[in-house]
């Protein structure tokens, strides 16, 4: 099976890389090799790769920033889908697209399922939730939340930078979720590509937190690895207090029971994998 990455230099493309199961043959690609909002070159340039699998983790994620470009976060998040979910029903493939809780509004009293109705609340989640328009049934969506991995660009590392320079820092703790490790994430989605998996799909790490709840653990997990010399003080804060630009679902909790089932696996809870990730980040 040739397989083909999108999005090759983000958290969880690279993850993609690093876990891709044996006797596989694949490609990643990038911003530097291809338009993403150019349909033309986009379109041309999976005629060349001929993958039986596309795996589109490529995105706009600047949450804040897409408030004021939306038209240019639609052109990745959904037109881009569009032309590649065009592609692969041409060439006999497969779409594995990759997307967020934020094509939820967050009012939901119970984890979110794969079929619970979308409201996104956001410019970043409406064209989010445009782009899954675009997959078909025999494709596979995936959702996640809260993604972070070693040597990324993710609230992990910018926590451990603030807590290097702060003796005070102040995390919302009124938005609830569960973190999700993009190690962990990758190799959910081989394994649900290697069982056939079509339809949509949830996947985070066990266990529930507050993002306050994550930056204490945080704090905890990467003083013991000596990746902080001392411990500082979180300080619960409200969404109130930390206004954003673009709106945030104030409980976005996945529910990944059928993932599991189609892997035959547990989860494994959010902490144990923020502490794995921890230990590569101090490995250097």
Same mark, same amino acid.
């Given at each position: 099976m040739k397989v083909l990455i999108t999005g090759a230099n983000g958290q969880l493309g690279g993850a993609l890389q690093r876990t891709i199961p044996e006797g596989l043959d694949f490609n990643a690609i990038d911003v530097e090799d291809v338009d993403f909002t150019e349909p033309a070159m986009l379109a041309a340039r999976l005629v060349v790769e001929a993958p039986d699998t596309l795996i589109n983790t490529a995105a706009y994620t600047a949450v804040d920033k897409a408030e004021d470009n939306e038209e240019t976060a639609h052109e990745i998040n959904a037109e881009a889908v569009a032309v590649m979910a065009e592609?692969?029903?041409?060439?006999?493939?497969? $779409? +594995?697209?990759i997307s967020t809780d934020?094509?939820?509004? /967050? @009012?939901?009293?119970?984890?979110?399922?794969?079929? !619970?109705?979308?409201?996104? $609340?956001s410019a970043y989640g409406r064209t989010k939730a445009a782009g899954e328009d675009y997959v078909g049934a025999s494709d596979l969506l995936v959702r996640t939340a809260w993604?972070?991995?070693?040597? /990324?660009?993710?609230?992990v590392r910018t926590m451990i930078r603030l807590m290097k320079e702060r003796d005070e820092v102040s995390v919302v703790a009124d938005q609830i979720g569960s973190p999700t490790w993009a190690t962990g994430l *990758?190799? *959910?989605?081989? /394994? =649900?590509?290697?069982?056939?998996?079509?339809? #949509?799909?949830?996947?985070s790490d066990a266990g529930v937190a507050s993002w306050? !709840?994550?930056?204490?653990?945080?704090?905890?997990?990467?003083?013991? +690895?000596? &990746? &902080?010399?001392? $411990?500082?003080?979180?300080?619960?804060? #409200? @969404?109130?207090?930390?206004p954003t630009r673009a709106p945030r679902p104030a409980f976005s $909790? =996945? !529910?990944?029971?059928? #993932?599991?089932?189609? &892997? /035959?696996?547990?989860?494994?809870?959010?902490? !144990?994998? =923020?502490?794995?990730?921890l230990k590569e980040e101090a490995l250097g």
């Open positions: 592609a692969m029903r041409d060439q006999g493939g497969k $779409l +594995v697209q934020f094509v939820f509004d /967050g @009012t939901s009293p119970r984890a979110y399922r794969p079929d !619970d109705p979308r409201a996104p $609340l993604v972070y991995e070693a040597g /990324g660009a993710n609230f *990758a190799r *959910a989605i081989w /394994g =649900l590509i290697e069982k056939g998996a079509v339809g #949509t799909y949830h996947h306050y !709840d994550f930056a204490v653990a945080i704090a905890e997990e990467a003083h013991a +690895v000596g &990746l &902080l010399q001392r $411990l500082p003080n979180v300080r619960p804060i #409200t @969404t109130a207090e930390y $909790l =996945l !529910d990944s029971r059928a #993932t599991r089932e189609v &892997l /035959g696996s547990r989860a494994v809870h959010w902490r !144990d994998n =923020l502490r794995l990730m």
